[in-house]
C-alpha cells in the first residue's frame, strides 16, 4: 500500500508539467492580441501597448513564455493578470468559494442521493421507489443550467427561501446552488446505489447472513450496503471532475466568486497566467481525489489490493 | 464581453416555460405605487449595480464599471451639464483662452483628497506627467496627444510634457498642439482626475484602497468580486454634494442573476436590464423603472479598402434597404432608436434629419443598388459572445429581400480576434461596431472614427473636406460656430456614409422600492449622487 502510494505521488509531477505545458499552449494558441482587446474599440497607444507586451512577455516564443512562468511558478509568483492583480491573490479568494460550493454540493448528493436509494431499494414497487424512479428521472434529463435559474426563480425570488445571490449569508448562500449543483449526482447515485443494493440483497452472502440470523439492520447495513457502495464511489471519483465544471455555471448564475466563474473569464482575455494557475489547482484535487477513490476501495473491497 | 449570452436566453426561455406551466398564474401582489414626491432629503444607503472593474485607477480605465465608481471617488476640474451639453468648473472655477490652443484654468483652493492632502494645479500637472509615462501602461495616455509635449514624453525624451504649465497653486496652464474647443469638455473625462502624491508610491496597493477628491470616499478596499463601498465625503466642497450617507457597489458577474436580486429587493439600482427582459419589466417593476437615450451607438461600417465598397451609392442603398425599425421591435423590443445622424440625439446639437439615406426605402434601394453594381455575395463580420447574432442577421436578411444579394457568408470572431483583423485591414464585407461618448461633444462623436488615419477609424474612411471641418470646428472661436462646423462635416460624412448609422440604445434602469430620483446619463452611467434613499 506504501509502495502505491508513493508511485501515485510521483505521478503527480508529469502530469502537472502536462497539464500546465498543454493549457499554456491551447491558451497561447487562441488567435487575436489581448493586449489589444483590453481597451476595446478605442485602442491604447502604441506605446502603452508596447510597455504591456513587454511586462507579460507576450512577444516570447511560446516555449520561452512557457520556462519563464514555470520558472517563476517555481518561486511561488503565479505571475498576474492584464490588469494588474497577483493570480495567487485571485486564488487565495476564490478557492474559499469553490470549495464551500463542492463540499456543500458533495454532501448534499452524498446523503440525499444515498438515502433516496437505500430506501427505494428496500421499498421496491412501493410509492417511495415510484418517486424515486421518477424524481431522478426527472432530474438528470433537466440541463443543470436550466434546473439552476428554475430553482433561483422559484425558492429564491418567489418563495423567497434562500438568497439569490452572493456569499453575504455564510453557508446558508451555498445550500441552494449546492443543491443545484447536485442535481444531476444526487439522482444518478439514487439510481446506482438502488440497482446495485437490489442486486446485493439477492446475492447468497446476503442470504447466508439472513439465515444466520443476524438483524436485518446488520444485513442491509454492514453486508449488502458495503458492497453497494464500490460502483457508487468509482462514480463520485469519477463525478468530481464533472463537478468542477459544472461550478463554472452554477458560480455564474448566482454570482459566488469562485474559481468557475474566473477561469471563464480568463479564457476569454486570453490570460493563460490565470488559466493555467487556476486549472492546474483543478487538476491536482482531481488527482488527489482520484487517489482518496482508489484507496477507499481497497478498504471497501479487500479483494482488491494494489501491490 | 464574454458571456454566452444565446445559451443564457435559451435556457431561460426553457426556464420561463416550464415555470409557467409548473405554476400557473403567480400573482406577487405588488404593493400600489408609492407616494413619489417626497423632498429631498439626504442621508440613508443604498445598493448599486456594477461589475467588476478593470482597473480603478483613472488613467487606466476606460470601461463603465470602474469608470462610474471613479466618477463618485474623484473631482475632476470640470464636469459636463447634459441638458445643454456644456462644461461647468468643479476644481476648476473658470477658465480662459484667445486662441483654443493656449488655456489658462483658475483652480479653488478648498479640494482636497481624502487623506487630506491639497489639490492643486501642481497635482493635475503631476498626474497627467505620470499617465502619460509609458512606464505606468495607463490606458488612457493618448487622451493627452494634442498636448504640447506629449510626444516626447512617449518617447522617452522628457519627463514632463512642456504644454502643461503650473503658474502657482491655482492656475494652471495647458497648450496645446492645435486648436481645440472642446477642451473643457474633455477635461471632465475620467482620464483628466487628480492623482494624491502616495499614489506614485505604490500604485498596485493605492488602486485596492483608491484615495480621491470626490463626493464619496472610499470605505474599506475595493472587494473583489463582491462590493466597493463608499461613503460621503462630508469635505468636498463644491454644489451638489451627494444625498446618500453611503453607497455599495454590488459587483455581478452575470447581469440576469442582478435583475433578480432587484426583483427580490436585495439590490436597489440597476441601470441596464438584459435585452431579453425587456418584455416583462414593467409588470416585474411597475412605476420603479427609467428609461434613457444613451449615446451608445451602433453601426455597420464598410471596409472602403475593399473595391466592392467605393461607390457611395451602394452604400446608401445598403442602409436604405435595412428597416431599423422593425428589427429594433423584433429584437430589442423597441429599446433603441433609429440612428437618423451621426451626432446622438442627447447631444444638443443633435440634427433629426440630418441623413438622408436613412430611412427604409426598398425600392429605391434595389434600383440604385444594382445601378451602382453591389456584389451579390457579402461576409457580414461580427464578433461573438456579445449578443450580436440575431440583428447582425436580420440586416443580412432585408439585404437578401431587397437588394438581390443572393449569398451570405457570417464570420463571428472572438474581440481579439476581431480587432486583429480590422488591424491588419482583411475584414471583407459589412462589421459592426460601437461608439460611446467618453465626454459629450460632437468632436468625440466623429473625429476619432472617421479622421483619416485615427486609431478607431475601422473603414479606412479618408476624406480631406471633412478633415478640415472639424480641425476647423476644432479651432472655432465661439461654441456656435464650433457646432454649425461639427454639423457641415456630419453632412458630408452622411453623404459619403462610410458607416451605416444603425441605431441609438434606450437603457432602462430598475429601481427598488428604497430609492427614488434613479436617472442616468448619456454616457450610462447612474447618477447616483442624486439617488435619495426613501426608506
Known amino acids: 500500500m506504501r509502495g502505491y502510494l508513493i508511485r501515485r505521488l510521483l505521478q503527480f509531477i508529469p502530469v502537472v508539467i502536462g497539464a500546465t505545458f498543454i493549457i499554456f499552449a491551447l491558451v497561447f494558441a487562441i488567435p487575436g492580441d489581448p493586449i489589444r482587446a483590453l481597451s476595446g474599440d478605442r485602442p491604447m497607444s502604441e506605446a502603452v501597448q508596447a510597455t504591456l507586451r513587454d ?8 516555449l520561452i513564455q512557457y520556462g519563464k512562468y514555470m520558472l517563476a511558478l517555481v518561486q511561488g509568483d503565479f505571475g498576474m493578470t492584464f490588469t494588474g492583480r497577483p493570480v495567487s491573490d485571485i486564488i487565495g479568494q476564490r478557492a474559499p468559494v469553490t470549495a464551500q460550493l463542492a463540499l456543500t454540493a458533495f454532501v448534499i448528493q452524498a446523503v440525499i442521493g444515498g438515502i433516496a436509494g437505500i430506501l427505494a431499494a428496500l421499498r421496491r414497487q412501493g410509492f417511495l421507489d415510484s418517486l424515486v424512479q421518477v424524481s431522478t428521472t426527472v432530474l438528470v434529463a433537466i440541463p443543470t443550467l436550466v434546473l439552476a435559474m428554475i430553482g433561483q426563480v422559484v425558492f429564491g425570488l418567489h418563495l423567497g427561501w434562500f438568497p439569490i445571490a452572493g456569499t453575504g449569508q455564510g453557508w446558508y448562500s451555498y445550500v441552494l446552488p449546492g443543491a443545484m449543483l447536485a442535481s444531476t449526482s444526487m439522482a444518478l447515485i439514487a439510481r446506482l446505489l438502488r440497482t446495485s443494493l437490489l442486486e446485493n440483497l439477492r446475492a447468497d452472502y446476503v442470504r447466508t447472513a439472513t439465515a444466520k440470523g443476524l438483524s436485518r439492520s446488520r444485513v442491509v447495513g454492514r453486508h449488502a450496503l458495503r458492497n453497494s457502495m464500490i460502483p457508487v464511489v468509482t462514480f463520485l471519483g469519477a463525478d468530481l471532475g464533472a463537478m468542477l465544471s459544472g461550478t463554472v455555471i452554477i458560480e455564474g448564475i448566482f454570482n459566488l466568486p469562485g474559481l468557475g466563474g474566473e477561469v471563464f473569464r480568463a479564457i476569454g482575455a486570453q490570460e493563460g497566467t490565470v488559466v493555467v494557475g487556476i486549472v492546474t489547482l483543478f487538476v491536482l484535487i482531481f488527482v488527489t481525489l482520484s487517489l482518496i477513490v482508489d484507496v477507499l476501495y481497497a478498504y471497501l473491497d479487500p479483494r482488491i489490493r494494489y501491490d | 464581453m464574454i458571456k454566452q449570452h444565446a445559451t443564457r436566453v435559451a435556457a431561460l426561455a426553457a426556464a420561463v416555460a416550464l415555470l409557467a406551466a409548473a405554476c400557473g398564474s403567480d400573482d406577487d401582489g405588488e404593493p400600489g405605487a408609492d407616494a413619489p414626491d417626497e423632498a429631498a432629503e439626504a442621508g440613508g444607503e443604498f445598493t448599486a449595480y456594477t461589475c467588476e472593474p478593470q482597473f480603478l485607477v483613472p488613467g487606466n480605465s476606460t470601461e463603465v464599471c470602474g469608470s462610474m465608481v471613479l466618477e463618485q471617488l474623484f473631482s475632476g ?10 462644461a461647468y468648473g468643479v476644481v476648476a472655477t473658470d477658465w480662459d483662452t484667445d486662441d483654443n490652443v493656449t488655456w489658462t484654468f483658475n483652480l479653488r483652493d478648498d479640494f482636497t483628497f481624502h487623506n487630506g492632502d491639497p489639490v492643486t494645479a501642481q497635482t493635475f500637472a503631476d498626474t497627467w ?9 495607463q490606458q488612457n495616455s493618448n487622451f493627452f496627444d494634442n498636448f504640447v509635449g506629449y ?28 486648436p481645440f474647443s472642446p477642451l473643457p469638455i474633455m477635461l471632465s473625462y475620467t482620464a483628466f482626475y487628480p492623482l494624491p502624491d502616495e499614489a506614485y508610491e505604490d500604485i498596485e496597493a493605492f488602486e485596492q484602497a483608491p484615495v480621491g477628491n470626490g463626493r464619496y470616499e472610499i470605505d474599506g478596499s475595493w472587494e473583489h468580486d463582491v462590493q466597493i463601498a463608499m461613503d460621503r465625503y462630508e469635505d468636498w466642497p ?7 450617507d453611503r453607497i455599495v457597489w454590488r ?22 436590464i438584459p435585452p431579453e427582459r425587456e418584455t416583462t419589466v414593467e409588470s416585474d417593476f411597475g412605476d420603479n423603472i427609467f428609461r434613457a437615450d444613451t449615446s451608445s451607438f451602433t453601426y455597420m461600417g464598410l471596409p472602403l479598402y475593399q473595391d466592392e465598397f467605393q461607390d457611395p451609392d451602394i452604400r446608401h442603398a445598403m442602409s436604405m434597404a435595412i428597416d431599423r425599425q422593425a428589427i429594433i421591435d423584433a429584437i430589442f423590443s423597441g429599446a433603441r432608436t433609429p440612428a437618423t445622424a451621426v451626432i446622438p440625439p442627447v447631444l444638443a446639437q443633435h440634427r433629426e434629419d440630418a441623413c438622408n439615406y436613412c430611412q427604409y426605402d426598398p425600392d429605391t434601394a434595389a434600383d440604385m443598388y444594382e445601378a451602382a453594381g453591389g456584389p451579390e455575395e457579402l461576409t457580414v ?11 447582425t442577421e436580420a440586416v443580412a436578411n432585408q439585404w437578401q429581400q431587397n437588394l438581390g444579394v443572393t449569398d451570405v457568408t457570417f464570420e463571428s470572431l472572438e474581440f481579439a480576434q476581431y480587432l486583429d483583423l480590422h488591424d491588419n485591414e482583411e475584414v471583407t464585407g459589412p462589421f459592426r461596431l460601437g461608439w460611446v461618448l467618453s465626454y459629450p461633444s460632437p468632436q468625440y462623436a466623429m473625429e476619432p472614427i472617421y479622421t483619416t488615419g485615427q486609431s478607431s477609424n475601422y473603414t479606412g474612411y479618408a476624406n480631406d473636406e471633412f478633415d478640415n471641418l472639424i480641425r476647423e470646428a476644432n479651432g472655432a472661436p465661439s461654441p456656435e460656430e464650433a457646432d454649425a462646423l461639427y454639423q457641415q462635416a456630419e453632412d458630408i460624412l452622411l453623404e459619403d456614409m462610410p458607416v451605416i448609422p444603425m441605431w441609438y440604445e434606450t437603457r432602462t434602469v430598475v429601481f427598488s422600492d428604497r430609492v427614488s430620483n434613479v436617472e442616468i446619463d448619456p454616457r450610462t452611467f447612474p447618477r447616483v449622487e442624486q439617488v435619495q434613499v426613501t426608506e
Open chain 2, 151 to 178: 510626444a516626447d514624453v512617449v518617447e522617452g525624451n522628457a519627463d514632463e510634457m512642456e504644454g502643461v504649465r503650473v503658474i502657482d497653486d491655482t492656475t494652471l496652464e495647458i497648450e496645446l498642439t492645435v
Open chain 2, 251 to 272: 459587483i455581478y458577474d452575470d447581469i440576469n442573476t442582478a435583475y433578480l436580486d432587484v426583483q427580490a429587493g436585495n439590490l436597489d439600482v440597476l441601470y441596464s
Open chain 2, 129 to 137: 506627467n505620470w499617465v502619460v509615462d509609458p512606464d505606468n501602461a
Open chain 2, 238 to 244: 463644491a454644489d451638489n454634494p451627494g444625498l446618500a
Open chain 2, 381 to 391: 463580420y461580427f464578433n461573438s459572445g456579445a449578443g450580436h447574432e440575431d440583428w
Open chain 2, 77 to 86: 476640474l470640470t464636469a459636463v451639464n447634459y441638458e445643454t451639453s456644456e
Open chain 1, 55 to 62: 511586462r507579460y512577455n507576450l512577444d516570447d516564443p511560446l
